[in-house]
């Protein structure tokens, strides 16, 4: 019973690189959010998506940035020309559909992405 | 703007002594509330939700938090720490009756003594 997967967990990239990041959602959600964790500071919200929409993009940069989660495969977070600020922990959860359930979202290991 | 603050940024807690983690949040409306725990190089850990009903929370591990509209805290509690217990430590708020992404406190660094 795989809970979120998230790949590479580890990720390099030099200045004007792009950096794709996959979430795999636990099996059967269809709500995908994705977060940024800077060193010594919580979560921050970017981007909620259900099943090829996105629901809710108010905390993604307007630039470089974009989101998506295709009706077949991961959610993917891809970050284009990346530059030495987005180096931090990007995590991405999930959660099930309904009422009460929406709110609970489980979470993936993370990846940790670091721009040299 | 829903916002959540932790006051404090470590806490030391001797091994077997009472723990008491603080979270203040701010809301419009009906909160949905969190605790999540988060050990070095991991993931996050849901330890207990607050929706409704029973402002006395039950989490895993022995944790539990009370909801208090008056005061907007949802301190978290547990009476005997372990030294497994170790790790950091976030509040998090959520929008009420829909999916919305979650407002996360800064987190509280919990540091146990032997």
């Known amino acids: 019973n795989a809970g979120v997967m998230q790949n590479p967990r580890h990720l390099v990239r030099r200045r004007g690189q792009e950096a794709r990041l996959r979430c795999s959602p636990v099996k059967g959600h269809s709500h995908v959010y994705w977060y940024r964790q800077l060193p010594e500071e919580g979560l921050k919200f970017m981007v909620y998506?259900?099943?090829?929409?996105?629901?809710?993009e108010s905390g993604m940069p307007k630039e470089r940035f974009s989101a998506e989660f295709p009706k077949e495969g991961p959610s993917i977070l891809r970050i284009q020309q990346v530059v030495r600020g987005d180096s931090a922990a990007y995590f991405c959860?999930?959660?099930?559909?309904?009422?009460?359930?929406?709110?609970?979202?489980?979470f993936g290991p993370g990846t940790r992405l670091t721009v040299l | 703007a829903q916002s959540v603050t932790q006051p404090d940024i470590h806490i030391t807690v001797s091994e077997g002594a009472s723990l008491e983690l603080r979270c203040n949040y701010s809301?419009?409306?009906?909160?949905?509330l969190f605790w999540y725990v988060q050990s070095p190089g991991q993931g996050l850990q849901l330890l207990l939700k607050?929706?409704?009903?029973?402002?006395l929370v039950q989490g895993i591990k022995g944790f539990e938090a009370e909801f208090k509209r008056s005061q907007s805290s949802f301190n978290l509690r547990k009476p005997s720490v372990h030294w497994s217990d170790a790790a950091e430590y976030f509040c998090?708020?959520?929008?009420?009756?829909?999916?919305?992404?979650?407002?996360f406190g800064k987190g509280t660094h919990l540091i146990i003594q032997p």
């Open positions: 607050y929706f409704s009903g029973d402002t």
């Open positions: 959860a999930s959660s099930p559909a309904g009422s009460v359930a929406y709110n609970e979202q489980f």
């Open positions: 809301y419009g409306a009906t909160p949905y």
């Open positions: 998090a708020v959520g929008g009420g009756g829909g999916a919305d992404g979650l407002t």
């Open positions: 998506l259900q099943k090829e929409n996105i629901i809710d």
